[in-house]
């Protein structure tokens, strides 16, 4: 935790030196008050989950640094807003641990409790009045001047339920005996219809791959695996051809660039192809592709226009802090800077399956793979989006893009695997 801490410090300064070209205290103000957030959740951990992995968290410290650092870069009055967020998350992620710290496993008694509530979160933004729709996608709900994704706490939700369910009936789902795969069916039909009328891409991605991880993980079954993703490429191709949403997802991600003009739905005008619908994805690849090797340095990034004239300069990259902010970091940390990046997800993932594989009884593990799981397959779906590995969506990156939705279910994510942690390396030690 103290090599995170001066690691933020080092990256709030640079920024703020490249920003205003001065030293000033204020950058290890902001970096001393994130280490003292950090310190507390740390002695929390100590207190609560003694025996818990000690990598996870310090680990998500340096994510959310690196996160808040860019945000901070890109956009100072978000980055306080940000800050807040994760404070809200650390609260969270505290009062979990204090209430959970005996026995979590009684979260299993509730799991079509669980189900249920993930149901109703997902279909709150299709509700009217509440409901928002950004950029296609309906995912939003706000209650005033508060707005927030319920799909993100419904993720972790829906793999309590998941866990439960498929401890309870593992041996019967193996041997494939339709009674016993009806309420699974139901409640996951439900959540697919729901994303599907909230034309959520990332978020019907995400939990279809993490309803196939964990069921193979409860049943060994391959079978199940090969015929879920036949259905899958089957719905996926019924979409496409239903849903002008998704078959525009699909065009850019295969045609971004065009050497003669069409249709430009944002203007009414013909135009190409890379200065309309996949603007931004062209100028996110452009942007990782200035960074080279080892990048430009925090601060020094070129993410806004040259002022013309009367008119100020304004974002060559769309909604940057949020779906784009890899591109911003590939940029000024370079394909070194990138990769580490990567590595870093990597080893948390690495440490949250080691959790599972140490857990002793069927629900822990189920609760800890599915857990990881779904953070690294949703690390995975942005990045290769952006990458243009596959067609792009609209999520978040784990801790380090804006967003205070995703950063409070993901320090709930955090507490999960570290309780489980706790209670493995325990028995172990007896």
Not at 353 to 381: N, Y
Request: hydrophobic content about 50%; overall charge positive.
């Amino acid at each position: 935790m103290i090599a995170v801490g001066v690691m933020t410090a080092v990256g709030f300064a640079s920024v703020y030196i490249a920003r205003k070209s001065v030293v000033s205290t204020a950058s290890l103000t902001y970096a001393g008050l994130f280490f003292g957030l950090y310190a507390v959740a740390h002695l929390v951990v100590r207190a609560t989950v003694p025996f818990a992995d000690p990598y996870l968290l310090p680990i998500v410290g340096l994510l959310t640094g690196v996160g808040l650092t860019e945000i901070y870069r890109l956009n100072p009055d978000d980055a306080f807003k940000q800050a807040g967020w994760i404070v809200v998350g650390v609260a969270l992620f505290t009062l979990a641990l204090v209430l959970l710290r005996h026995d979590y496993r009684r979260l299993e008694v509730y799991k079509y409790l669980f189900g249920i509530t993930a149901i109703a979160l997902l279909v709150l933004p299709v509700l009217p009045v509440i409901g928002l729709t950004v950029n296609g996608a309906r995912l939003w709900v706000h209650f005033g001047p508060l707005r927030f994704q319920p799909g993100e706490l419904a993720k972790v939700m829906l793999i309590v339920f998941l866990a439960g369910y498929m401890r309870e009936k593992r041996e019967v789902l193996a041997q494939g005996r339709l009674k016993d795969w009806g309420p699974l069916l139901v409640i996951w039909a439900l959540a697919m219809l729901v994303l599907l009328e909230t034309k959520d891409l990332g978020g019907g991605l995400l939990y279809f791959g993490i309803f196939l991880a964990m069921l193979y993980m409860a049943t060994a079954r391959i079978g199940y695996v090969a015929a879920g993703l036949g259905l899958f490429l089957v719905g996926a191709v019924g979409v496409w051809r239903v849903t002008p949403h998704v078959r525009e997802r699909v065009t850019i991600w295969l045609h971004p660039w065009t050497d003669h003009k069409v249709y430009c739905p944002l203007s009414g005008q013909f135009d190409l192809r890379q200065n309309c619908e996949s603007f931004q994805l062209v100028k996110s690849l452009y942007s990782i592709g200035n960074g080279e090797y080892g990048g430009t340095g925090l601060g020094k990034g070129t993410f806004l226009t040259l002022p013309a004239g009367n008119s100020p300069p304004h974002p060559i990259i769309p909604d940057l802090n949020t779906d784009f902010i890899y591109s911003a970091l590939a940029q000024e940390l370079g394909l070194i800077g990138a990769a580490a990046l990567l590595l870093v997800y990597m080893i948390f993932v690495l440490r949250g399956m080691r959790t599972s594989l140490l857990a002793q009884d069927g629900f822990s593990k189920l609760f800890a793979a599915g857990l990881t799981f779904g953070f690294a397959l949703q690390t995975f779906i942005i990045v290769g989006g952006i990458l243009r590995i596959i067609p792009l969506t609209g999520i978040t990156l784990p801790f380090v893009s804006y967003g205070g939705s995703s950063v409070v279910a993901n320090f709930l994510l955090l507490a999960g695997l570290l309780l489980v942690s706790n209670r493995a390396n325990r028995e172990m030690l007896r």
